[in-house]
């Protein structure tokens, strides 16, 4: 199975634009391996990195030092292995849903070959009926899930999913939870998705990647060893959340304010 991931001792700084001010620094020596075909959920504080990572394996950054691989090839740019789904839509406002689905397929000028492609990633998104419309005539769900098609349109071996539904009512997002995981299991594909919902990530991965804060390195790696379709509500399932609220240092230790009135 294609689609594995190796992260070997990354770092990334971000140059100040003010001489006066220090470069940011956000990645401090990640490391990470991830399987093929897995979902893995990266979890850490604000500001510590997550799409930082995220950008850097899509190709669209680059390490200040340390190296990356997608299946033994080291990931230097973007490449159509690798499917890329934002919070927001980030659908382009002036194509119809089926035209921006279409859109990374013509720039690889592949879709006159695979133009039924198109139709079969409407359908697996549920967007039959809405292929003529505009990104402004769909609910913000239904533009998450143009967006999933757009990103898988191609058969990316790998999805990254930076807080894809971030922006949605929770009975839409556990609705679209659902469906990216049927996805998943339909196209054998590695699945990494930052997200800031500790319920999510054990909901929907394999293993969740807890982040330090900045600058920032793995802190630890859980493994969610609960059979699927899972249940919020299960003993263990709770257990999860304590332990990597445990790790992101939310377990309840905040320290006592007092008050003067
Ligand atoms: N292009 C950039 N130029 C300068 N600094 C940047 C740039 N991109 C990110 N940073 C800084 O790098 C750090 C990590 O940012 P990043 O967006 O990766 O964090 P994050 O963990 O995804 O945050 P959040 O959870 O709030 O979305 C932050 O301090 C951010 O200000």
Known sequence: MVGEIKINNVY???KSLDPSKE???A?????????PGSFVSLIGPSGCGKSTLLRIIGGLDKATSGELFLDGNKIIKPGSDRGFAFQGSNLFPWLTVEKNIAFGLKARHIYKKEKEEVQKFVDLVGLKGFEKSYPHQLSGGMQ???????ALVGHPSVLLLDEPLGALDAFTRMTLQDEILKIWKQNNMTMLMVTHDVDEAIYMSDKVVVMSSRPSKV??????????PRARSQD?????????LDVLNLGGKIEEVEYYL
């Open 12 to 14: 990334k700084s971000f």
């Open 219 to 228: 802190e630890e790696i859980i493994d969610i060893d609960l059979p699927r």
């Open 27 to 35: 990645l401090n020596g990640v490391d990470l391996k991830i399987e």
């Open 23 to 25: 470069d940011t620094l």
């Open 144 to 150: 998450q899930r143009a967006s999933l098609a757009r």
């Open 236 to 244: 263990t399932f709770q257990q999860y959340r304590t332990r990597i």
